[in-house]
């Protein structure tokens, strides 16, 4: 029984340390804080470039209709001043055109001034959000490489700790691994406790001198009055 318990432990050492592998797994930062970081960026920048964008359109459009406005005007004014219509009617008709061609430009005028002291107040907002948003991407691309290269290690620990739990069954009898996978179901992981400066090492309960004594000289199996986990002796 002893050294069937012994090798019940050395099962058990590897399915803690499979326990705390799987738990630090389960607790890696894969990235989501940066992650919200990186769509927070983006939907800045994506409305900053916009924004930019629009202007930079309205401008390009305002400075077209301006051209055309000069080519109407133009036109307009060689018909009036090259002596090809004489009738009033039609006279007075280019003027009112005219007009209302050179309010046309004014208010196009206006429109572009404003348009481009946009488009200068926009640029550096647009550069701003977006060295934002790439500082946000490189800190997620860093923190998902480095989810990446952790749970890489921690899952080749993991295949070594199966490993070695495989290798060391063999020597624990099917009777009392089943008793050690009963209680280790309800005693978070831990079935056996190794008799150390007279406690349990499992709760640390002062042991009986006589549980001490059976435990020690092999008579038996014994488990702690306290937390019921199974004991062995704290050396091999």
């Known amino acids: 029984m002893h050294e069937d318990l012994q090798a019940l432990y050395k099962v058990q050492e590897a399915d803690s340390e499979i326990m705390l592998v799987q738990r630090a797994l389960h607790g ?9 970081a990186l769509q927070e960026a983006t939907e ?51 003027q009112q055109e005219i007009a209302a ?26 550069t701003a959000a977006r060295a934002v948003k790439t500082k946000a991407r490189l800190a997620h691309e860093a923190k998902v490489a480095a989810h990446a290269k952790r749970t890489g290690l921690l899952n080749a620990k993991l295949e070594e700790l199966y490993r070695r739990r495989a290798e060391r069954l063999p020597a624990v009898s099917a009777e009392l691994l089943r008793r050690y996978d009963s209680i ?5 992981g831990v079935a056996v406790g190794r008799i150390d400066a007279g406690r349990c090492g499992a709760c640390h309960t002062n042991l009986p ?28």
């Open 209 to 236: 001198a006589q549980t001490i004594h059976c435990v020690k000289h092999d008579m038996g199996l014994r488990t702690c009055d306290n937390c019921g986990r199974m004991l062995c002796w704290g050396s091999d």
């Open 28 to 36: 890696l930062d894969k990235g989501h804080a940066e992650l919200a």
């Open 101 to 126: 061609l050179d309010k046309r430009r004014g208010d196009l005028d206006v429109r572009i001034l404003t348009l481009m002291d946009d488009i200068e107040r926009l640029k550096p907002l647009d």
């Open 184 to 188: 280790r179901s309800h005693a978070h």
């Open 44 to 94: 800045k920048h994506t409305e900053a470039h916009k924004a930019l964008q629009q202007a930079t359109r309205d401008l390009a459009d305002s400075e077209l209709e301006q051209k055309t406005v000069e080519t109407k005007k133009k036109l307009c004014e060689d018909k009036l001043y090259g002596g090809r219509v004489t009738a009033f009617k039609e006279l007075e008709a280019l």
